[in-house]
């Protein structure tokens, strides 16, 4: 079975950059489509941002102009690019995949996560 398995959390400064890596143990071209989650402490986990097959991305309105997703087919990777970090990024982000199987059902995976920490 396909895992997803992601890195680059930690402890960053307020206003740097961070990329976010989730890497697939299959083709990420085999998915319908991809995306990040994050729960921060206390809050429902919420969509960040996905991207299907054919290219199409949606970004959470709220997070528009500082994340950014993309895709490297050959290194069966998605990335999560986030630009000047708040506070208010902290959070564990979780990769997601889904692949619909057949008009009934579709298969989905999640990463294990990776805590982001925004402090001075």
């Known amino acids: 079975q396909v895992q997803l398995v992601e890195s680059g959390g930690g402890l960053v400064q307020p206003g740097g950059p961070l990329r976010l890596s989730c890497t697939a143990s299959?083709?990420?071209?085999?998915?319908?489509?991809m995306g990040w989650y994050r729960q921060a402490p206390g809050r429902e986990r919420e969509l960040v941002a996905s991207?299907?097959?054919?290219?199409?991305?949606n970004v959470a309105d709220s997070l528009k102009g500082r994340f950014a997703i993309s895709r490297d087919n050959a290194k069966n990777t998605l990335y999560l690019q986030i630009n000047t970090l708040e506070p208010e990024d902290t959070a564990v982000y979780y990769c997601?995949?889904?692949?619909?199987?057949?008009?009934?059902?579709?298969?989905?995976?999640w990463g294990q996560g990776t805590l982001v920490t925004v402090s001075s």
């Open positions: 997601n995949a889904v692949k619909q199987v057949s008009i009934e059902g579709s298969v989905e995976l």
């Open positions: 299959r083709s990420v071209r085999s998915f319908d489509r």
């Open positions: 991207i299907t097959s054919d290219g199409s991305v």
